[in-house]
């Protein structure tokens, strides 16, 4: 079907008249009507006012096949990657910019164009020592004037996609670029700020990517503390204690001796993480970890082994509290992983610290330990809480 039939066609699906139409674009009916004849053509500046008013994309007025149109920019991009894999970074930017001389509004082209240009100039890194190489040999060969119009054309590239694409994975595609791009630059802030568009934890990784030398090294760092605290060992005791947790048959996913393994699981990771017993924020886990215990061996009517993990819990809750207060008082990890790291980095204050239910708990302990040995430890608990 030619663009005077499709008119044709959308007029009458839209029940327009050919004056109708003539009124809208300011011309006369004749023209309309040469249109649809296949007498002339539209001006192609009208091309647009058309889309717009039978609500169609250009393509599909000027009867682009969209499908056959996307098959086609695809199987561009697919020979550029593998132009890329190969090191042919020329060859795949050669076949891209040719490509967006037929297709100049793909942004699959303009994303793929840009990752070539950030290859050519290192603002990935890669992982292969050969590709490494190769592409620094390449890079010594590029003068510093033609890293700094790739960087603008890159620039270029990315800021456009962002104002006009609607797809967010070629958008997060252009934060990348952009963000590496001005890192490359030494223009940390805007890299930064664009970053902090990406979600969370592409987010993390974008900023310890941007980052160099200390400062990486520090970002990296805590993020692994944040993660160790925030991420796994936080979601192995939700997982335990969690009620709405349940398999298909209703059980949990855990029987008390499992869950009492798990539980050791987490007080060994915490000293394999911290080995010097300087725990910092990791003395919530060891409380929540041992008191867990305290009452997992209670069920099990372990008095020895609940005494102990309850003393335990207490001696880590009493840490946790001291540290947690506002405003907080900030120290150092001194383990070899997190060497450096201030903490603590998760202060929560809540109504209730960890001490004071500790203290409200150690009443299901009652007929179960020497009443002797609890009350020295709710006396302890007592010195640091307003619970009496």
Known sequence: MNIGETIKKLRKQKDMTQEQLAEYLNISPQAISRWEINSTLPDITLVPMLANIFDVSSDTLLGIDIDAKE????????EAQNYSWKIQDDEAEKLLRNALKEYPNSYKLMNWLAYVLSLNVGNYDVNWNEEVKKRFEKEKKISEEEVKIIWEEIITLGEKILAECTDDNLRYWSITHLCK?????GETAKAMSFAKKMPDTTQRNLITETLKGT?????????????????????IGLLMVNPYVSLDDGTAPYNPDECIELNHKIIDIVNILIEDGNFGDF??????AHVSLTFLYAKKSDAASTLNHFRLAAKYAVIHDSLNVLPPVSKEYTSLLFRGVNFPFNSVHSQITMTELLLERSRELDSILPAAELEEIRNELRKHTAIN
């Open 215 to 235: 400062k990486k090294y520090n970002h990296m760092q805590t993020e692994i503390a944040h993660s160790a605290f925030n991420g796994v060992l936080n979601s």
């Open 283 to 288: 003395n919530l886990d060891l409380a929540n």
């Open 181 to 185: 791009t001005y890192a490359s630059m």
């Open 71 to 78: 098959k086609r920019i695809d199987a561009i991009v697919k």
